[in-house]
């Protein structure tokens, strides 16, 4: 079935709604419901406490950080949509419980799994192995739907328009998630820490056998596009109780420190979170998190996890730890990055990835593709070039395939 098939198949086909569905004759989707231990580790707490460390603090003073619309005003810890949700595992049709699990992780400000069902499929299809599509903090099914709602989040961005007449980048589409992190960047962080912990959470789960189509023996690799790659890094890195220490990690226009990016785009953040965001966590995060006691516990060495995506922040700090963490891990990481992609461009992930002096032998892969395409859509679903599209798609995902086999 060509790419362009598949996809309109599995959009119509895949939802949450049942437990287990069969969309293609070789396919099973098993629906299920995850309730997050870590929630309350996010802002909106009166006090905080790391049961690891027996730390407790009291929730920094946050009257400041309020944007003008109250339906994103929300308490982040008691949204019940992020601490509660559904999420897919594609597996084989008919198979045995699986022994080898891929974690599908998406990029940023992501509303639906639409795009990479074709991916999740293919992966699946190509190594055999189950594919389990995971969805982070405020992403997905786990923000509010108004959110997502075109008229209400159009009459936001008609208002931050007015509020930033030479704004860059800015939709109806990025506005809630653009304006949420323009008032508390911290959520960026936060959204990444509780998103690690979620996922030790589901490995942790499926290790006591709540999941009947995963053994409980299962392995974890890791094939992650965009900002997802932040996530896989941290994880795979920081390899909590061994869990990950033989973990593959494939990188789709992934791979770069934050610091990298360029990220201004109308389906991302616009141009004043950017600034915001960049001033937060290159010029002022050592600031912040001495004032900030909760958020600079979890960002030390106290944490791993934390110091670990600390040093996938600011190229420039950390520079020396972060590279020997590639570099023990280099012969199981594999990057593909697109030549006409500037969210993420193929040069920072080279620079991350192999290093300053270009000494870590990490394989990257730099692509092209004979047709116009975007970071956010490198598969565009157009007639005219639906030949090229579908021999882009197969090649990729052939070479990040055989990676994870």
């Known amino acids: 079935m060509k790419y362009s098939e598949l996809y309109k198949l599995l959009k119509k086909s ?4 049942d437990d287990k569905l069969t969309p293609i004759d070789t396919l099973d989707v098993y629906n299920y419901t995850f309730h997050s231990n870590s929630y309350h580790i996010i802002p909106g707490e009166d006090e905080y406490r790391c049961s690891v460390h027996d730390f ?37 049709k008919d198979s045995k419980p699986a022994r080898d699990v891929i974690l599908l992780l998406h990029g940023f400000n992501e509303k639906n799994w639409i795009k990479y069902y074709p991916w999740a499929y293919n992966l699946m299809m190509a190594t055999g192995k189950t594919v389990v599509l995971f969805p982070m903090t405020f992403h997905m099914n786990r923000a509010l739907p108004e959110w997502s709602n075109p008229r209400l989040m159009t009459e936001l961005y008609n208002a931050r328009k007015q509020e930033f007449p030479d704004i860059i980048g800015s939709s109806f589409v990025n506005v809630a998630i653009s304006t949420r992190i323009n008032v508390k960047p ?14 030790i959470q589901f490995v942790e789960e499926v290790k006591q056998g709540k999941y009947a189509c995963i053994a ?15 996530l896989a890094q941290t994880l795979m890195l920081t390899n909590k109780n061994d869990y990950f220490h033989d973990s593959k990690m494939a990188l789709f226009c992934s791979g770069s420190v934050f610091s990298r990016l360029t990220p201004v785009c109308k389906v991302i953040m616009d141009s004043e979170t950017e600034q915001m965001l960049y001033r937060y966590i290159i010029g002022y995060l050592d600031t912040f998190r001495a004032k900030d006691h909760w958020l600079g516990h979890f960002l030390s060495e106290q944490h791993p996890e934390g110091y670990n995506f600390l ?10 730890y972060r590279e020997q963490l590639f570099a023990k891990a280099h012969d199981r990481i594999y990057a593909i990055a697109l030549k006409q992609d500037y969210i993420i461009p193929y040069y920072e992930v080279i620079n991350t990835l192999q290093g300053r002096m270009r ?12 047709y116009p395409y975007k970071h956010e859509d490198p598969f565009p679903l157009k007639e005219s070039i639906c030949d090229a599209v579908e021999l882009a798609f197969q090649t990729t995902f052939k070479k990040l395939s055989d990676f994870l086999k």
Do not use: C
């Open 359 to 370: 000494d870590i032998p990490v394989k990257v892969d730099v692509d092209d593709f004979p």
């Open 186 to 199: 911290q959520r960026f962080i936060w959204s990444g820490m509780l998103t690690y912990y979620d996922v």
């Open 14 to 17: 895949v939802h949450y709604d």
């Open 216 to 230: 409980s023996d299962a392995r974890f690799d890791f094939f992650a596009y965009s900002i997802g790659g932040l």
């Open 56 to 92: 407790s603090v009291k929730a920094p003073d946050e009257n400041s950080w309020k944007s003008d619309y109250t339906i994103l005003d929300v308490v982040d810890s008691h949204v019940k949509e992020n601490a509660e949700f559904r999420f897919h595992i594609f597996t084989p």
């Open 311 to 320: 040093s996938l922040l600011n190229y420039n700090k950390l520079m020396d």
